[in-house]
């Protein structure tokens, strides 16, 4: 399994961004597919997930500011931030579930996530 992404920036407050991941080496459209994301001197955080029902979930911190989507055509799963903060400021990573574990809409600890990408940095000011 191979993940990609890309799209990272320097970015003023308010401003937007779209984040892709290039998947590889799974079958995408059977995997929920996730966004997390790591401030310098904190944990990785959870940002947003997408079932592989459609259904999606978001952090509290980002709701109604990212959107989750993906295009199960070219294997390639997005993330739209809009009205960008700089507490957003971080290297960004997509995700995928170890083989065999469930996640969902409503359901993606970190725990279940097993192959992740190179990061994306996003930095806000």
């Known amino acids: 399994v191979q993940l990609v992404e890309s799209g990272g920036g320097s970015v003023q407050a308010g401003g937007s961004l779209t984040l892709s991941c290039a998947a590889s080496g799974l079958t995408y459209s059977s995997y929920c597919m996730g966004w997390f994301r790591q401030a310098p001197g904190k944990e990785r955080e959870r940002v947003a997930v997408?079932?592989?029902?459609?259904?999606?979930g978001y952090a509290d911190s980002v709701k109604g500011r990212f959107t989750i989507s993906q295009d199960n055509a070219k294997n390639t799963l997005y993330l739209q931030m809009n009205s960008l903060k700089p507490e957003d400021t971080a290297m960004y990573y997509c995700?995928?579930?170890?083989?065999?574990?469930?996640?969902?809409?409503?359901?993606?600890?970190?725990?279940?996530?097993?192959?992740w990408g190179q990061g994306t940095q996003v930095t806000v000011s």
């Open positions: 995700a995928a579930p170890f083989i065999g574990r469930y996640c969902s809409g409503d359901y993606w600890p970190q725990g279940v996530f097993g192959y």
């Open positions: 997408i079932g592989s029902d459609g259904s999606t």
